[in-house]
C-alpha cells in the first residue's frame, strides 16, 4: 500500500470509530432519557380547598397482622397527605390510624391524654355518626353481628345527610378512639370485625375469620387547626373490596371526606 492511500485508510479509520462513538453516546444518551421519563415523578402535593375528596389505597402497616398494633398513619385532612410519626407533636395532621389493622381513629388534640398529639397545639376531635334508618338496613344490636355486608349505596346515603356538624363541640371525642363496633369492650364503631367467623359460618375460618367490615358510619373530625369536616371510610384492605377476606391485604384505607375550610360547620358540600 502506497503511502498516499495509507493516509487515506488511517483518516477513515478514525472518522469510523469517531462516528461509532457518536452513535454511541446518542443511544446511551437515549436510553437514560427514556428511563428517567418512565420514572414516576414524586407526588405533587395538593392544594386542599373546600370541597370533597376520595383517597384510595392509603398505605398504613401493610405488614400489620390481627394479633397485634399496626404502626400509626398520621394523616392531614387539611393538606390531603399522610404526615411522618415524627411530626405527631404538631397541628400538621388531624386524624391517626392506629391499633389492629389501623382500625382505631385518634385526633390530633394536644389536651387530649391519649391522643397521639398530646401535648402538641392540636385542637382536633372526632364524632361518630349512627344514621338510624341507614343502621335498620344491616344492623341487629349492639355487640351482636351484622345482618350483612352493608351495601355500597348505604356508604353515600350515610355520608350525604350530614348537612352540618351534628352535636356540639363538647360531644367530641378528644381522648378517646372510635374503632371496631363494640370490640374487646369498645362501644360504637365505624366498623365490625368478625373475630369468630360469624357471617359466613359456611366458610373456613381461616378465610373468614379477623376480617372488618367498614359499616356506613361517618365520622365528624374537628380538624388539628379548628376545621370541620365529615369523613367515611369504605376499607382497609387493598382495593376496597366489597367482601373482604384473610387473602386480602389489609393496611390500605380508602375513604372520601368532604372539608369546610372556612371555619363553619357547613358540612352541605358538593364535588
Known amino acids: 500500500m502506497n503511502k498516499h492511500w495509507y493516509k487515506l485508510y488511517i483518516s477513515f479509520r478514525r472518522i469510523f470509530y469517531l462516528v ?15 428511563d428517567d421519563n418512565n420514572t414516576p415523578d414524586p407526588q405533587e402535593p395538593v392544594e386542599v380547598t373546600t370541597g370533597v375528596y376520595k383517597v384510595v389505597n392509603l398505605a398504613a402497616d401493610t405488614t400489620a397482622t390481627s394479633s397485634e398494633n399496626a404502626n400509626t398513619l398520621y394523616y392531614s385532612l387539611e393538606n390531603g397527605k399522610a404526615v411522618s410519626s415524627s411530626m405527631s407533636q404538631t397541628d400538621q395532621w388531624d386524624i391517626a390510624f392506629l391499633q389492629t389493622y389501623n382500625s382505631s381513629i385518634a385526633a390530633n388534640n394536644g389536651k387530649g391524654l391519649y391522643s397521639p398529639g398530646y401535648g402538641g397545639p392540636g385542637k382536633g376531635g372526632i364524632y361518630l355518626v349512627i344514621n338510624q334508618d341507614v343502621d335498620a338496613a344491616y344492623y341487629t344490636s349492639a355487640g351482636k353481628p351484622i345482618k ?17 356538624v351534628p352535636v356540639s363541640d363538647d360531644k367530641f371525642l378528644i381522648s378517646d378512639y372510635i374503632g371496631l363496633d363494640y370490640f374487646q369492650g369498645s362501644g ?23 376480617v372488618a367490615y367498614a359499616l356506613p358510619r361517618p365520622i365528624i373530625v374537628r380538624t388539628a387547626k379548628g376545621n370541620y369536616a ?36 357547613n358540612l352541605d358540600i358538593s364535588q
Open 20 to 34: 461509532t462513538a457518536v452513535i454511541a453516546g446518542l443511544s446511551v444518551t437515549s436510553c437514560a432519557d427514556s
Open 188 to 210: 360504637a364503631g365505624w366498623a365490625w370485625y368478625d373475630f369468630y367467623n360469624e357471617l359466613f359460618p359456611d366458610r373456613p375460618a381461616s378465610e373468614k375469620a379477623h
Open 230 to 265: 365529615k369523613v367515611i371510610i369504605y376499607s382497609v384492605y387493598k382495593d376496597a373490596p366489597a367482601n373482604p377476606d384473610r387473602s386480602n391485604k389489609a393496611g390500605y384505607i380508602t375513604f372520601s371526606y368532604a372539608i369546610q375550610k372556612d371555619g363553619s360547620k
Open 148 to 164: 350483612e355486608i352493608p351495601d355500597s349505596t348505604l356508604f353515600q346515603q350515610a355520608f350525604s345527610a350530614i348537612k352540618t
